[in-house]
């Protein structure tokens, strides 16, 4: 018997809308604000990792903590390669919401061959 895998940091949506231009990652990221978000972009995918601050003078003493807030990291690929100049990432309403759009890709071009 394997031992189980921890479960991942968080989940995550990845979808293409209608069109078919661009692939979209939405993360729930409850409590995160934007500058403890990282999103690195390379033609292959897509990098998440976040960073949050920790609360050193706290007040509090938990009984029960399940919230997890320790930084981590999460890679995405997908099928075709994206243009990393042109992806934007958002947070709003504690979900964080990247476009990332397809690279332009020519289609391969057939050349004859003279005599």
Same mark, same amino acid.
């Given at each position: 018997?394997?031992? *189980? ?5 968080? &989940? *995550? ?33 897509? #990098?998440?990792? &976040? ?13 029960? #903590?399940?919230? !997890?807030? #320790? ?5 995405? !690929?997908?099928?075709?390669?994206? !243009?990393?100049?042109?992806?934007? *990432? &958002? ?23 003279? !005599?």
């Amino acid at each position: 018997m394997r031992p *189980a895998l921890p479960p991942p940091p968080t &989940t *995550a949506d990845v979808y293409e809308p209608a069109g078919g231009e661009a692939y979209v990652v939405e993360i729930h990221v409850p409590g995160l604000k934007p500058e403890e978000i990282a999103v690195e972009a390379t033609p292959d995918g897509l #990098r998440v990792s &976040t960073h949050p601050s920790q609360e050193e003078n706290s007040d509090r003493i938990y009984l029960q #903590r399940e919230q !997890d807030s #320790r930084p981590w990291s999460r890679l995405f !690929d997908f099928p075709m390669e994206i !243009d990393p100049d042109k992806v934007r *990432a &958002t947070v709003e309403a504690g979900i964080l919401k990247i476009y990332a759009p397809k690279a332009l890709v020519s289609p391969p071009r057939v050349i004859r061959v003279k !005599d």
